[in-house]
C-alpha cells in the first residue's frame, strides 16, 4: 500500500466545543506575512499554567499522544500536526478520552517552531514523519536542520528527542545528521518489533517491517 493511502480515512467534524477546547490554527501565510501577532505556544496560552510541554511533531491521528496524555495527566502535551483529517480525528479521540492536558495545533511543523518560548520543552517525539529525501519533498521534512536548530533551542537540558520511522535510508540520513550536531547526545539506536499505538506502526509492523528508532538528549548548554 502506497504511504499516502494511509491518510485516506472516513473522519467525522468534531463537535464544536471540542474544537474549541483542542484545537489552535495557526495559518501558514499568517506565521509567514505576520508571526509576531500570534500567540506563543506556550503552557500558559495553552493550558493557562506554566510548566513544559511535550511536543509530538506530526502527531497524525493522536492515538500516541492521547495515549500518553491519559497516561502522564500532570503532564502537558502539544501534537502539531498539517493534514485536516488527521487533526479532527485526534480531536475527536481526545474529546472521547475526555483528557485535559492536550493540544493539537493544526500548522506547518517547520514554520509554528519559531512560537514555541526557548527552553519550554522536556520532551520531542517524532514518529513516521514522511520520509523526505528526494528534493521535491525536501520541503516537508520534519527533522530538517533548520528543525533540529529550533529544537535544541526550546529544550531544556538532557531532554529526550524520539525518532521513529520505517524507512531505512531516511533513518540512516536523519541519525547522521542528528550525530553531525553539537546540541543532541545518543543514548539509544534499535531495530524491533515493537507494536505500538499508531496506525503507521501497527501497518508496518504487521507486513514485517521493523520500527527503527533514535533516542538522543539534550546536551546541556554549560556542556557547550
Known amino acids: 500500500m502506497p504511504r499516502l493511502k494511509l491518510k485516506r480515512f472516513r473522519i467525522r467534524q468534531?463537535?464544536?466545543?471540542?474544537?474549541?477546547?483542542?484545537?489552535?490554527?495557526?495559518?501558514?501565510?499568517?506565521?509567514?506575512?505576520?508571526?509576531?501577532?500570534?500567540?506563543?505556544?506556550?503552557?500558559?496560552?495553552?493550558?493557562g499554567r506554566d510548566a513544559l510541554l511535550a511536543l509530538d511533531l506530526g502527531s497524525g491521528r493522536?492515538?500516541?499522544?492521547?495515549?500518553?496524555?491519559?497516561?502522564?495527566?500532570?503532564?502537558?502535551?502539544?501534537?502539531?500536526?498539517?493534514?485536516?483529517?488527521?487533526?479532527?480525528?485526534?480531536?475527536?479521540?481526545?474529546?472521547?478520552?475526555?483528557?485535559?492536558?492536550?493540544?493539537?495545533?493544526?500548522?506547518?511543523?517547520?514554520?509554528?517552531?519559531?512560537?514555541?518560548?526557548?527552553?519550554?520543552?522536556?520532551?520531542?517525539?517524532v514518529l513516521f514523519p514522511p520520509p523526505a529525501l528526494v528534493r521535491k519533498r525536501r520541503g516537508q521534512d520534519l527533522l530538517s536542520e533548520a528543525v533540529l536548530e529550533h529544537l535544541a533551542r526550546v529544550m531544556v537540558d538532557g531532554a529526550p528527542l524520539r525518532f521513529v520511522t520505517d524507512h531505512p535510508d531516511y533513518f540512516a540520513h536523519k541519525v547522521a545528521l542528528i550525530r553531525s550536531g553539537e546540541f543532541f547526545e545518543e543514548v539509544a539506536l534499535v531495530q524491533d518489533f515493537e507494536g505500538g499505538l499508531t496506525r503507521f506502526q501497527?501497518?508496518?509492523?504487521?507486513?514485517?517491517?521493523p520500527s527503527l528508532r533514535f533516542e538522543a538528549v539534550r546536551v546541556p548548554r554549560s556542556a557547550r
Open 202 to 209: 501497527q501497518f508496518w509492523e504487521s507486513r514485517a517491517i
Open 62 to 125: 493522536g492515538e500516541y499522544l492521547v495515549a500518553q496524555a491519559q497516561a502522564q495527566p500532570a503532564r502537558l502535551f502539544v501534537g502539531i500536526e498539517i493534514h485536516w483529517k488527521s487533526i479532527w480525528d485526534a480531536v475527536n479521540r481526545a474529546d472521547a478520552a475526555g483528557v485535559e492536558n492536550v493540544r493539537f495545533i493544526r500548522a506547518d511543523v517547520r514554520r509554528v517552531l519559531a512560537k514555541v518560548p526557548d527552553e519550554s520543552v522536556d520532551e520531542v517525539t
Open 14 to 47: 468534531p463537535r464544536p466545543e471540542a474544537l474549541a477546547r483542542y484545537l489552535r490554527v495557526y495559518a501558514s501565510e499568517d506565521l509567514y506575512r505576520q508571526p509576531e501577532a500570534l500567540p506563543s505556544l506556550s503552557a500558559r496560552e495553552l493550558f
